[in-house]
């Protein structure tokens, strides 16, 4: 008997593991039947195909594993753009919408969560500077120097925030990969060499080893510290 429970136990602990070490993404798409869809991440600054599937009743599945969390990157089959997901090894649903990827629902992955929410957020700065940029255009076709130049002010004031804003974003959630991406992206070319320092040694030893604090640690290398980007 005792045997028995031991078995149990070793068989359900073993099957446990294994769930947290895969991933498996189910996508549904009522509007893709028979459509081809990949999954592609970059790899050694290459974009790879991770896996391939093709839509049978509006349903697809990639199954796989990650040794991190990692974005990836959603292509279906005659769709106006790719959908990109950070994956990591969980269950992971995904309401497709073929006409407008970007309004696709992601549930099952914590870190898909949290880079949707700075999505969110991040996107009224990125509409603010869509604005301006259009009024630049105005003001040049009407050779209007006063606006232009009130413009261009706001322009720089609007980089400004937007680099704050990322900034404490990723102070705030530095205990998430989705925080090493973020400052491996845009935000590291922003920022000074002591910035870039000071940052990266708030992050936890679990994510040191993160691929996207890496891509960091090599553009930091690649900084000269005399004439480091400073934040204008």
Same mark, same amino acid.
């Given at each position: 008997?005792?045997?028995?429970?031991?078995?149990?136990?070793?068989?359900?602990?073993?099957?446990?593991?294994?769930?947290?070490?895969?991933?498996?993404?189910?996508?549904?798409?009522?509007?893709?039947?028979? /459509?081809?869809?990949?999954?592609?991440?970059?790899? $050694? &600054?290459?974009?790879? *195909? !991770?896996? %391939?599937?093709?839509?049978?009743?509006?349903?697809?599945?990639?199954?796989?594993?990650?040794?991190?969390?990692?974005?990836?990157?959603?292509?279906?089959?005659?769709?106006?753009?790719?959908?990109?997901?950070?994956?990591?090894?969980?269950?992971?649903?995904?309401?497709?919408?073929?006409?407008?990827?970007?309004?696709?629902?992601?549930?099952?992955?914590?870190?898909?969560?949290?880079?949707?929410?700075?999505?969110?957020?991040?996107? /009224?700065?990125?509409?603010?500077?869509?604005?301006? $940029? &259009?009024?630049?255009? *105005? !003001?040049? %076709?009407?050779?209007?120097?006063?606006?232009?130049?009130?413009?261009?002010?706001?322009?720089?004031?609007?980089?400004?925030?937007?680099?704050?804003?990322?900034?404490?974003?990723?102070?705030?959630?530095?205990?998430?990969?989705?925080?090493?991406?973020?400052?491996?992206?845009?935000?590291?070319?922003?920022?000074?060499?002591?910035?870039?320092?000071?940052?990266?040694?708030?992050?936890?030893?679990?994510?040191?080893?993160?691929?996207?604090?890496?891509?960091?640690?090599?553009?930091?290398?690649?900084?000269?510290?005399?004439? !480091?980007?400073?934040?204008?």
């Amino acid at each position: 008997m005792k045997l028995k429970l031991l078995l149990s136990i070793a068989t359900l602990c073993v099957a446990c593991h294994n769930a947290d070490n895969k991933y498996e993404i189910d996508i549904h798409c009522p509007d893709c039947v028979g /459509a081809n869809v990949s999954l592609w991440h970059y790899q $050694d &600054k290459e974009l790879c *195909n !991770a896996s %391939e599937a093709v839509f049978e009743h509006g349903h697809a599945v990639f199954n796989g594993n990650v040794s991190e969390p990692q974005l990836m990157y959603l292509f279906v089959e005659g769709a106006r753009d790719y959908l990109p997901v950070f994956v990591e090894n969980s269950d992971i649903d995904i309401d497709y919408v073929y006409a407008r990827p970007s309004r696709s629902v992601v549930t099952g992955s914590v870190c898909h969560k949290k880079f949707s929410d700075f999505l969110q957020s991040y996107s /009224a700065y990125s509409d603010k500077g869509t604005g301006i $940029d &259009k009024m630049i255009e *105005n !003001a040049e %076709e009407n050779a209007d120097t006063l606006m232009l130049q009130r413009l261009t002010e706001n322009l720089k004031v609007l980089e400004h925030e937007k680099v704050e804003f990322q900034r404490q974003y990723v102070i705030q959630n530095i205990n998430s990969p989705v925080a090493a991406y973020i400052l491996s992206t845009d935000l590291m070319h922003k920022l000074n060499v002591s910035e870039l320092d000071s940052i990266t040694a708030l992050f936890p030893n679990e994510i040191k080893g993160s691929i996207y604090l890496k891509q960091v640690a090599e553009y930091r290398a690649s900084m000269p510290t005399d004439t !480091a980007t400073q934040n204008n």
